[in-house]
């Protein structure tokens, strides 16, 4: 495997502002020179080895824990990063038995969100093996293709999140930005396509969907019958004491 980074595509990137910024796309009009010059600096995409050496130290010298990174003599480093699982939708995971004919069973929940994972991999590793190992992780049967990971950044008090794509090196981010996750943090969600592409779906996936949906609505019957029979307990009992003991 070679040393060399993928570009940040800025055609790829989809902006998603929160904390103290506007919630719409970044304009795509002309910017300062002094912008212009802080995006290019931020776009390179590759260092020689010695500024990956120095890099490598740096961060290892700043960082707060224990998560080092190491350099190696081929010039690949590897080190630790966290991603933060925030899925809306149920996964299918591979369960522990087995059906009929030996086929190991499959079962469909939902991992619960915010959860933060450490994932030790190398500068070589692409966005899209760290999904396959994340979901690998977890024992998910699902094509990793649903899913998409995202960086979350921090500058000058705005935040915004941005879809990586499938070709650039996680670590390779880290490193540049530093271990500071609040400068920059990786998060696992769903494909934000706008709406749900069923035909993604096998059948033993949607009719697990359509387990979940019969036990979410049974769930919300009882709670609802619950409350009206708690309602009728209170009327009943104001009503007792109107009246009086009959």
């Known amino acids: 495997m070679s040393s060399g980074y993928s570009s940040l595509e800025e055609d790829s990137e989809e902006y998603f502002f929160t904390a103290r910024t506007s919630f719409f796309k970044k304009p795509s009009g002309k910017v300062t020179e002094s912008k212009d010059v802080e995006k290019e600096r931020e776009l390179r995409t590759e260092f020689s080895r010695e500024e990956i050496r120095q890099k490598v130290e740096q961060y290892n010298t700043v960082t707060k824990d ?3 990174m190491t350099l190696g003599s081929s010039g690949v480093y590897t080190g630790f990063i966290k991603v933060q699982m925030d899925l809306r939708r149920p996964v ?8 009929a004919g030996g086929a190991v069973l499959e079962e469909a929940f939902y991992l619960p969100r915010g959860v933060t994972n450490t994932l030790h991999i190398s500068s070589n590793n692409t966005v899209r093996q760290v999904i396959v190992a994340l979901l690998n992780k977890f024992t998910v049967a699902d094509n990793p293709a649903k899913y998409a990971l995202y960086k979350r950044c921090r500058r000058e008090e705005q935040v915004y999140v941005c879809k990586l794509s499938d070709g650039e090196q996680p670590l390779f981010l880290r490193l540049v930005a530093g271990p500071d996750t609040d400068t920059l943090s990786f998060v696992l969600r769903e494909q934000q396509t706008g709406e749900v592409v069923w035909d993604a779906f096998s059948i033993p996936e949607l009719r697990n969907f359509l387990r979940i949906l019969d036990k979410e609505e049974q769930e919300q019957r009882e709670a609802v019958t619950r409350r009206y029979e708690a309602y009728r307990q209170r009327l009943q009992e104001a009503l007792t004491e109107v009246r009086g003991p009959s």
Do not use: F
């Open 66 to 68: 224990h998560l080092k």
């Open 92 to 99: 299918t995971v591979r369960g522990g038995q087995r059906g």
